[in-house]
């Protein structure tokens, strides 16, 4: 079994410890350094190789945000988790368009993070289930029924389409729910960014939790 290496960071020292101790419980987990600020998880990420890195949002010398801009400006690849306390939107944008991987907020971390990281590491985009009620949930406000026209120029399956890519499910989980091929999952969601001028990593998913969360 391949081991997946791990760089940990947030401020808190009974939490750090904690999360420590709860990855190292896993077979495939092997935490290669932990860090207390942002400033200390940069230089870690310099100096290890590791296959994911889990980022408290709220840190001292460079919050998780920054460090993880900087982080990718490295390797723009590297899978990236962010912890946070805050079920606010604007935070989870700016990480996706950052190409910040994953999302898990901190009171579900021990059910959430281990099942992050695998996904993450695998490739694909993870937010705490929570978090995706919590948007759903929100009113709809005056900047959604503005952009009712950027919305027309998508046919009803594009819109289809993009609620379920706001849903965080992926082009496999889609082309199963309406009985499609994962090809025609994949023209659609080309097609769509292609409508909407949509380009860079997690540019789709942004713009569906924009629209549709």
């Not at 870690?44 to 920054?66: F, H, S, W």
């Amino acid at each position: 079994m391949k081991k997946l290496n791990l760089i940990i960071a947030d401020d808190h020292p009974i939490f750090l410890k904690g999360l420590w101790e709860g990855l190292e419980m896993e077979e495939d987990f092997t935490v290669i350094a932990q860090a207390t600020n942002g400033q200390e998880a940069f230089m870690a990420v310099q100096t290890y190789r590791p296959d994911v890195v889990v980022l408290d949002i709220d840190m001292p010398r460079m919050n998780g945000l920054e460090a993880a801009e900087k982080m990718l400006e490295i390797n723009p690849q590297l899978p990236i988790i962010l912890l946070t306390m805050h079920k606010e939107k604007a935070p989870l944008l700016k990480a996706l368009e950052l190409g910040i991987c994953g999302y898990v907020l901190k009171e579900n971390a021990v059910t959430d993070i281990m099942h992050a990281i695998r996904i993450v590491a695998a490739g694909n985009p993870y937010i705490s289930p929570e978090m995706s009620l919590f948007l759903l949930r929100k009113p709809q406000n005056t900047a959604k029924q503005k952009t009712q026209e950027v919305l027309e120029l998508l046919t009803p399956a594009e819109r289809q389409i993009t609620q379920l890519v706001a849903q965080y499910k992926t082009s496999k989980e889609i082309a199963d729910e309406l009985f499609i091929s994962e090809k025609t999952v994949f023209n659609h969601r080309m097609n769509i960014a292609k409508k909407l001028n949509l380009t860079g990593k997690n540019s789709l998913l942004r713009f569906a939790l924009e629209h549709f969360a």
